[in-house]
């Protein structure tokens, strides 16, 4: 399979987070009971008219801008015709050859095969278009349910040029994508609801070749991580079928999750297929150049500007920096908490460590976050100026997620406050080590490892009377005696 060269351009959809839908007045929030949000123009009712949502169009703007492209002023709707049944009226809004936004650019940096890379992805195109229904199948009794309150909620289009190389990159490029969508405040990009799904299409080529090759395409992949498997997959796939002498077909082909295999869904159609033409019932889109810097000018801070920000103003490592900026609600969640305590080191240390932690191990849900940023931050704070002991502020922490209120509350009620009572402090190091007379000896024979058995032991029996600090001198001290 050695000698052939992955071909990959990706599509990618984007729901926008409009209120309503890109051509009628019905709410465009995720779920709801089955065509519950449903009027005569969504679902094609024949003599109603579409009405563009301008919030849609300038967010498809914003996308461009994220995506460093150019923003074609005059733009065209199209009608997309095709039959199917998540699509009432048989056609779909769409936009053929003036889409939005062209030619635009997307750096992605990724890790492959333990080497750092980097890479300028093109991005050919980005069109505004409506959402079709969703269908759900039941292969028991035989039947399908379609569900329109998805049919007209708008969608951008992403569409690159066949610049990614290889699985790793692809992913690398979809995490990159919707990382900007968030920063530009158009999309959630919540891949396990549908906001954002991507189609790839991939051919492979011999080093010599001057042409690329034939490309399958495999539709509608819901997660990153699908998006790699399958096509580390269809690599494999089209390499064994070159090496064996056969050839790969034009096809459109869908991913087995569980099998972690694509399968062949039809023949592919071309652009002549769905007989596209002008939208007669939609004006062309003028975007006058005022309305293109006033578009510019609401642009949210993007990533690369707010890493410039934390370098610069936060002095946390550039490392750190990323893993906070990396995940858009993580980053406003820290520059929350650093406006409550302004201590931007440690808050980053508690973020990436204690809190990032127990969001990996699923004890905190990251879309549903119960605590404030002012709570955590004020954690950090009694931990940096000593109210409470650093390796007690996890167990204030694990109590503010369990059951949010004021965290100095928690830690009184857990008596983690220290008190700085030095006469007790003294009481019972002496305590401690009159219980452990073979650990002093040891330490006094140089055996200095068993300082931290002694120091724990302390620290458990003073955890509200003294700072870890003071317990630290005061116990070395004594054993130095
Ligand atoms: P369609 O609309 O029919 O899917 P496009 O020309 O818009 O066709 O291309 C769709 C995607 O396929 C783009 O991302 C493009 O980069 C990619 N692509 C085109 N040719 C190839 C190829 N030979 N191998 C891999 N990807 C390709
Ligand atoms: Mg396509
Ligand atoms: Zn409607």
């Known amino acids: 399979m050695a000698g052939y060269i992955p071909v990959i351009g990706l599509e990618i959809h984007a729901e926008l987070l409009t209120q309503s839908k890109v051509f009628c007045t019905c709410s ?58 998540d699509l009432p009226k048989a056609y779909q809004i769409s936009q053929l050859n003036l889409p ?22 093109r991005i ?4 505004l278009e409506e959402d079709a229904g969703k269908l759900t199948h039941n292969d028991l009794d035989g039947v399908s349910f379609a569900d329109y309150n998805r049919c007209g909620i708008p969608l951008i289009e992403i569409v690159t040029e066949p610049d990614i190389g290889s699985a790793e990159e692809a992913k690398a490029f979809v995490e990159k994508v919707s990382l900007l969508l968030q920063y530009a405040g158009v999309c959630d990009c919540k891949m396990e609801q549908g906001s954002l799904r991507c189609d790839v299409n991939i051919s492979i080529m011999k080093p010599t070749d001057t042409e690329l090759g034939t490309r399958a395409e495999i539709k509608n992949l819901n ?19 070159l090496d064996m002498g056969g050839r790969v077909v034009q096809e459109t082909r869908r991913f087995d999750d569980n099998k972690g295999e694509t399968k062949s869904m039809r023949s592919k159609e071309n652009a002549n297929d769905y007989r596209y033409f002008p939208e007669p019932d939609i004006l062309q889109v003028n975007i006058s150049d005022e309305q293109l810097s006033e578009i510019k000018a609401k642009m949210p801070e993007m990533p690369d500007k707010r890493l410039e920000r934390y370098l610069a103003d936060y002095a946390i490592s550039e490392t750190d920096a990323l893993i906070i900026i990396n995940n858009k609600i993580i980053a406003d969640f820290y520059d929350e908490a650093v406006r409550t305590y302004n201590n931007p080191k440690a808050v980053c ?64 009620d857990m008596g983690f406050v220290i008190s700085n009572d030095s006469g007790k402090m003294i009481e019972v190091i002496e305590q401690v080590m009159s219980d452990n007379p073979k650990a002093v000896e040891q330490y006094k024979n140089g055996e200095t490892k068993v300082f931290g058995f002694l120091m724990g032991q302390c620290s458990k029996a003073l955890k509200g009377i003294a700072t870890s600090k003071a317990i630290k001198d005061e116990l070395e001290k004594r054993l130095s005696r």
């Open 349 to 412: 240390n508690f973020i990436t460590g204690e809190m990032m932690r127990r969001i990996n191990i699923g004890e905190i849900d990251i879309n549903e976050i119960t605590f404030t940023p002012e709570q955590l931050a004020k954690i950090v704070m009694m931990a940096e100026t000593d109210v409470i002991n650093k390796s007690n502020a996890k167990d204030v922490f694990r109590a503010l997620v369990e059951n949010p209120c004021d965290p100095e509350k928690i830690a009184a």
């Open 28 to 85: 465009a929030s995720f779920g709801g009971t089955p065509n519950s949000r449903c009027c005569p123009v969504c679902s094609g009712f024949p003599g109603t008219l579409p009405v563009i949502n301008q919030t849609a169009v300038e967010y498809a703007i914003k996308a461009g801008f994220a995506l460093n492209c150019g923003i074609n002023q005059f733009s065209v709707f199209d009608r997309k015709n095709y039959f199917y049944p």
């Open 124 to 127: 050919n195109r980005i069109h």
């Open 223 to 241: 997660s990153v991580k699908a998006i790699g498997r399958a096509i580390e997959f269809e690599i494999y796939r089209q390499s064994k079928l």
């Open 100 to 121: 939005l936004c062209i030619n635009g650019l997307v750096p992605v940096e990724y890790t492959e095969n333990g080497e750092k890379k980097t890479h300028d992805i």
